[in-house]
């Protein structure tokens, strides 16, 4: 598609995608759809951008690219965090050249103005008498915090309601306390595919048995085969053989005072949230995410026994939280350009955990280094294939429920 096509053209494209199939190719690689997506669909929603302790003190500040855009994160002198676009209101240079550090002001390096950590405009030599600083603030962004979350919004326009949106997730995330975590480690991947591959991919677990032996160890096949990553593709024979392990590990959470609920927004919904609480190995008895199923950190948040369970929080497609009972994993999956996405772990520790006493790196970060690790690499083929003059959208499984629900959801959305 090229801007120049009419609009009716875009929307005979759209009304051809055939309900249960990947998306035609161009949904994949072309820079205009690219371009109509962000505006649509990735610039509508909250995006979880990190965890507060990674600028924990005043002028603390980091970059994080969004659709070939950089956004600085900044804690300012009232310990107000702030988000500001990272290009200049005089002739638009980067105005910080770095991805994090300590700043009492921006200066940008190309002609000195200097911009307070507000993002106003503290100073620009020899711009006349009649000029307003006041008029040549940075770009700001939406900005929000909620259990030591960081969340951007990059629309122009109002965003959606931030606290309608993270209320329904209370029950879920008290339970961790995430206010209390620090970061323990990251790891990025940048990878040659379109943001909708890796969302696919990460939303449905068709591929699990196959292509993460680690994880399909770890956790409770009979679950993979009912669920795959979401509970809302149940399948119902898979979710019979399940129901005895589920139903155990329910009375034994509940008995020690934890949710065990679950529920999941449709495709009709601005951002396809969705909460559950799942056992990770029940029968095995298995406690955390780790090579031998034991706890990988301190206990968090409420958590004064550890119930087995693990979880799982998407705040919209792009920003998804899995919590152990241990530790907690921030996944950000980010839209670079029509080829490339960004992802993004984040692994928390309880803050007083201490690196070599309370946990050891290694085996905290081992099960979804290894998984995204194996999932960066099918997502880049399935890209590489869907580019061939052959490539043709095919059927989904009826383990990928999740998926079908997520090309409803995005076409809707473009529509
Ligand atoms: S472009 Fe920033 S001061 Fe000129
Ligand atoms: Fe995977």
């Known amino acids: 598609m090229n801007s120049s096509q009419p609009k009716n053209q875009f929307r ?22 690219f371009e109509h997506d962000m505006q649509r669909v990735v610039f509508k929603q909250w995006l979880l951008v990190d965890h507060e302790s990674r600028i924990s003190s005043r002028g603390d500040f980091f970059v994080v690219e969004i659709a070939g855009d950089e956004i600085i994160i ?18 638009g240079s980067k105005v910080c050249l770095n991805k994090q550090g300590n700043r009492k002001v921006f200066v940008c390096p190309y002609h000195a103005w200097c911009y307070n950590l507000d993002g106003s405009l503290r100073g620009a030599p020899l711009m006349g008498a009649d000029f307003n600083k006041n008029e040549y603030g940075l770009h700001e962004c939406h900005v929000r915090t909620y259990e030591g979350l960081i969340f951007v919004c990059l629309s122009e326009a109002s965003p959606p309601d931030f606290d309608e949106q993270v209320s329904r997730m209370k029950p879920f995330m008290e339970l961790h306390d995430l206010s209390n975590a620090k970061i323990a480690h990251r790891h990025s991947w940048r990878l040659q595919c379109n943001w909708k591959l890796v969302m696919e991919n990460f939303f449905e677990c068709y591929h699990c ?59 009709t919904s601005q951002s396809m949230q969705s909460a559950q609480r799942l056992p990770i190995n029940f029968n095995a ?20 026994v550890c119930d087995g369970g ?76 869907v580019r061939s003059r052959r490539y043709k959208p095919g059927p989904y499984s009826q383990q990928e429920e999740a998926i079908k629900m997520l090309s409803k959801w995005y076409l809707r959305l473009i529509g």
């Open 12 to 33: 005979d494209l759209i009304d051809r995608q055939v309900s249960g199939y990947s998306l035609e190719q161009m949904f994949y690689t072309d820079p205009a759809i």
């Open 74 to 91: 900044v804690r300012d002198s009232n310990d107000s965090i702030n988000a500001f676009y990272n290009t200049c209101r005089h002739r």
């Open 209 to 267: 048995l196959t292509s993460h032996p680690e994880l399909s160890n770890v956790h409770s096949k009979a679950k993979y085969k009912a669920f795959g990553s979401s509970p809302s593709s149940a399948m119902p024979e898979a979710l019979a053989a399940f129901e005895p392990e589920l139903r155990a590990w329910r009375q034994h959470a509940t008995s020690l005072g934890y949710t065990t609920d679950q529920w999941g927004d449709d495709w």
């Open 285 to 304: 008895n298995t406690l955390s995410e780790t090579r031998d199923g034991k706890l990988a950190s301190t206990l968090m948040g409420k958590f004064s």
């Open 310 to 385: 693990s979880t799982g929080v998407t705040f919209n497609p792009f920003s998804t939280l899995l919590m152990p009972n241990d530790h907690a994993m921030i996944f950000r999956f980010t839209p670079i350009s029509a080829e490339v996405s960004d992802v993004e772990i984040v692994w928390m520790v309880d803050k007083h955990a201490q690196e070599g006493v309370d946990y050891d790196r290694d085996n905290l970060i081992w099960l979804w280094y290894e998984t995204t690790e194996q999932d960066g690499e099918i997502t880049e083929n399935n890209h590489a294939g």
